[in-house]
């Protein structure tokens, strides 16, 4: 999720860095992207809601209604991340990061303006601090365990120094492409420096969040290279399957839960049709051919057409 946000902030930077519009279609832009894909993916999990509507007494009744209302306007307004509680609701699991991105999103116009005008030196040194603010929840989880991974997976507040990272990593790799280039064959040896890491000391930790500080820089480094370098890495992440698939990724996403959950609920009936996929590694590809066949439909029949009306009604309300 780290290169998830990282990415983000970066192609946003990227795209609206150098042609700057007004603040009204830029969030009539994000909100014809994310949101009509997001709605119909809350709708098609609800019979996954995981909330019982019901009880003994009438105080139990009213505990039930006002945790269904809270849950669905939470997700209707897209704040869920910001109660960890919620994370094991309806689809939650699935929506949170969308929570979170509709934070970043709200803070990238305003955040921008100012890191554009900062001198290069001054945006080495935000992303300095940015770095430490995104690697203080994996250092706090280490040492305070108690408290839920969810406050610090989750909660767009946390997540906001990486989004942030990945526009400052843009605007410094297009000031600077030549001497981004010159850390290519570094690359590497970072690659290994991190495997290392992960597969000796990794295990010992009690998740993967302390593990932030060592693949942040990667991750920064790997983007900045692929951007500004022709390299056969860069070639085919650029071929028209890859850019396809990174279309679709965003209803690949979505569906995650529907599909998932659909699988896990008829597992024992659909192994009892078909033996072949009583394996892990079989049930797993058919999960993926569906959950891409969803993707794909999704986008063209759903995604796209919605973007554009959604663009079309908000123009007109302009207006």
């Not at 993967?208 to 056969?232: D, E, G, N, Y």
Request: with cysteine.
């Amino acid at each position: 999720m780290s290169l998830f946000f990282m990415l983000s902030g970066f192609i946003l930077a990227h795209r609206y860095g150098n042609s700057p519009v007004s603040l009204y279609a830029y969030f009539t832009n994000r909100v014809a992207r994310i949101y009509p894909i997001y709605l119909l993916a809350a709708l098609t999990t609800l019979p996954w809601l995981g909330i019982s509507i019901g009880g003994d007494t009438a105080l139990q009744w009213l505990r039930s209604l006002a945790q269904l209302v809270l849950l669905v306007v939470a997700n209707l307004f897209l704040i869920q991340a910001w109660f960890p509680q919620f994370f094991d609701y309806w689809n939650d699991g699935g929506s949170w990061s969308i929570s979170v991105e509709a934070f970043c999103y709200a803070v990238f116009p305003f955040a921008l303006s100012r890191l554009s005008e900062l001198s290069t030196q001054r945006l080495w040194s935000v992303l300095g601090v940015l770095y430490l603010l995104a690697v203080l929840p994996g250092l706090i989880q280490l040492l305070f365990p108690a408290a839920p991974r969810a406050v610090y997976y989750s909660m767009p507040i946390f997540r906001l120094p990486e989004f942030l990272i990945g526009a400052c990593c843009y605007l410094i790799a297009s000031r600077n492409p030549s001497r981004i280039a010159v850390w290519g064959p570094w690359l590497p040896l970072l690659l290994l420096v991190m495997l290392t890491y992960l597969a000796t000391l990794g295990p010992a930790l009690p998740n993967f969040l302390p593990h932030s500080w060592i693949w942040l820089p990667f991750l920064a480094c790997t983007i900045m290279l692929l951007s500004k370098q022709r390299t056969v890495t860069a070639k085919l992440l650029s071929s028209r399957p890859m850019v396809y698939l990174g279309r679709i990724s965003y209803t690949f996403y979505s569906f995650q839960p529907l599909v998932l959950l659909l699988l896990i609920s008829r597992h024992d009936a659909i192994v009892g049709m078909f033996p072949v996929l009583s394996t892990g590694y079989t049930f797993a590809a058919l999960a993926l051919l569906l959950l891409s066949g969803t993707a794909a439909l999704a986008y063209h029949l759903i995604e796209n057409p919605a973007r554009m009306r959604v663009k079309s009604w908000m123009v007109q309300g302009s207006q």
